[in-house]
């Protein structure tokens, strides 16, 4: 059965990165531009170095194609929402010939735009990877516009990655989505329909247990989130801290473990080399895509991937983008709904 259809995209291949960014409408009109609903905002242009591809960019931080805090529209344009040091914030990045364009609203617009640069990958160095397969260096060479996303926020990766732990990717993504809906703000400025801002810290902790259960959250993760949200300030301060160490603070709080504190500081901090451990697709895939070995566990998978130290995450991603995964042969993994108990 695994070669009548094709494969539908798990959470490990979407991590990837790969987000398909709509291009301009003929004649440079943009088509499917949302309502205006407040007036301009700032703005900043910043020209990159060199090829930027914002869908493969900016992908990793969307999560699901229902994503509150992330939009794609029809003119070229990504949205997205975060809640800054300075307060909750818009941001709407569009390519404009060689530049990109930042617009921003609300109380956080201002340090957004501070950031715009290291969000889109200019403090990422992809000049120091050295491809030593040839799968990677053909997934290199057609996705010159990759680079590593550096948010500097650590709670808006660290909940969804918390929402992710042991569960299929539809449960994650809806879990994320129904909780921000509710409990989040409306995004500032004239931002898309439907788009909100994480909830502040305060409000995640004051979340009532039912409706944890209401969105399919067990007591597991939703008890290592309010731990987080607790101490979420010095979690915060872990930006600061080069990847490692800010991995090892992280995993503090009981309940985050390696894969997570990995999956918040490769967008927290764009960690070249922080590889996610402990997943249940990843090994298999790097060892099918590199080795023809699609029974890989973690040890094997950074065995294969140890030519790249230093840029073992991007690797990762180079791998994931080349779409070599090894055949299915196992029916998914159900889903379950607690919420339905």
């Known amino acids: 059965m695994s070669g009548r259809f094709a494969p539908r995209p798990t959470r490990t291949t979407v991590r990837g990165g790969h987000v398909v960014v709509p291009g301009e409408a003929p004649g440079g009109v943009p088509g499917g531009v949302p309502r205006q609903t407040a007036g301009p905002g700032h703005t900043r242009t910043w020209k990159p170095a060199g090829p930027l591809d914002l869908g493969l960019v900016l992908g990793p931080l969307r999560r699901g194609p229902g994503d509150p805090t992330f939009r794609t529209t029809p003119d070229g344009s990504v949205w997205r929402t975060s809640r800054t040091p300075a307060g ?18 609300g109380p956080g617009a201002e340090w957004l735009l501070d950031r715009l640069p290291e969000l889109l990958g200019a403090a990422d160095d992809p000049g120091a990877f050295a491809p030593r397969h040839r799968l990677v260096a053909l997934a290199r060479h057609r996705r010159p516009g990759l680079r590593l996303v550096r948010t500097g926020l650590v709670m808006e990766s660290l909940i969804p990655s918390v929402l992710e732990q042991k569960v299929t990717t539809d449960e994650a993504y809806r879990a994320w989505r129904l909780l921000v809906r509710k409990f989040g703000e ?35 993760r939703a008890a290592t989130i309010l731990r987080a949200v607790r101490v979420a300030a010095r979690l915060e301060e872990a930006v600061g801290l080069d990847p490692v160490r800010a991995q090892r603070r992280l995993e503090l709080v009981s309940g985050i473990g390696p894969w997570t504190s990995a999956e918040v500081v490769q967008r927290s901090h764009g960690a070249a080399d922080c590889v996610t451990v402990g997943d249940l697709h990843l090994p298999g895939i790097i060892g099918y895509a590199l080795a023809g070995d699609r029974d890989a566990d973690d040890s094997v998978m950074l065995e294969l991937l140890e030519p790249y130290a230093g840029q073992r995450h991007r690797a990762a991603r180079l791998i994931l983008l080349a779409g070599r995964t090894p055949p299915r042969r196992t029916p998914k993994m159900p889903r379950g709904d607690i919420g339905r108990l």
């Open 88 to 105: 909750p914030g818009t941001l709407r990045v569009a390519p404009r010939g060689e530049v990109v364009r930042g617009e921003a609203w």
């Open 186 to 220: 409306p995004a500032p400025g004239p931002a898309p329909e439907r788009m909100y801002v994480m909830p502040a810290p305060r409000t995640w902790a004051l979340i009532p247990s039912w409706e944890w259960h209401r969105a399919g959250v067990d007591d597991k």
